[in-house]
């Protein structure tokens, strides 16, 4: 099965967690974890990466640490995500060596382009639709994952808002992953291990 999830953690880590995160990263379509937790201090995330990395690993899937080169160096996860204010992706390719880098581009050729030449590993593009995740992010259109498509040769993450009923026209569109997060962990509905079966 190819695996097309960007899967994003919860804004808050709770209890059962590390348990939930266990069953939806064994339906098998998750390719990337990323720790994103905004309003924590670097030591807990630290302490919390590293029991999310014991999990990631058994189930083959790469830990991607949000805005934090020094966590990603310090616990050895698989790479870095970095928005526009965070630090350069030059220091963070030096600092980082082979790791992964991944860069927000939001709805701009002009970022994307910037990204490709300081050799960024894939590029993220969105907001797409309002998330909870991010209710104040810049608002992206399709237009930008078809000429991503069609000029840019990194993978593409769509980013935003989606769920199981509008992923398709972003892999249609151009993107190679979807990244998801309410959805999974915040999803009146389902359980997190259902809520991620549904992307296939």
């Known amino acids: ?19 939930d995160l ?29 029991k999310i990395k014991k999990i990631t690993r058994k189930y083959k899937v790469k830990l ?13 996860a698989d790479g870095c995500h970095l928005g526009q204010n965070d630090v350069s992706i030059i220091f963070a390719k030096k600092y980082l060596k082979k790791k992964i880098i991944g860069i927000t581009c939001h709805n701009s050729k002009s970022l994307a382009k910037i990204a490709v030449k300081n050799k960024a590993d894939y590029l993220a593009f969105g907001s797409f639709n309002k998330s909870k995740l991010k209710p104040n992010a ?50 009146p509905k389902l359980k997190p291990e259902i809520a991620i079966r549904e992307f296939k």
Request: aromatic residues 10%; positive net charge.
């Open 64 to 76: 991607i640490i949000n805005d934090h080169p020094n966590i990603s160096k310090i616990i050895n």
């Open 1 to 19: 099965m190819k695996k097309l999830v960007y899967l994003i953690s919860p804004n808050k880590i709770y209890d059962s967690f590390y348990d």
């Open 138 to 187: 810049k608002k992206a259109s399709l237009n930008i994952l078809k000429w991503a498509k069609r000029n840019i040769k990194k993978p593409i993450v769509a980013i935003g808002g989606i769920n199981n009923s509008n992923y398709k026209r972003f892999i249609k569109s151009g993107a190679k992953y979807i990244a998801i997060s309410s959805y999974i962990w915040d999803n």
């Open 22 to 50: 266990k069953k939806v990263l064994s339906a098998k379509n998750v390719k990337f974890f990323q720790l994103r937790l905004k309003k924590i201090k670097k030591n807990k995330i630290v302490i919390i990466a590293k």
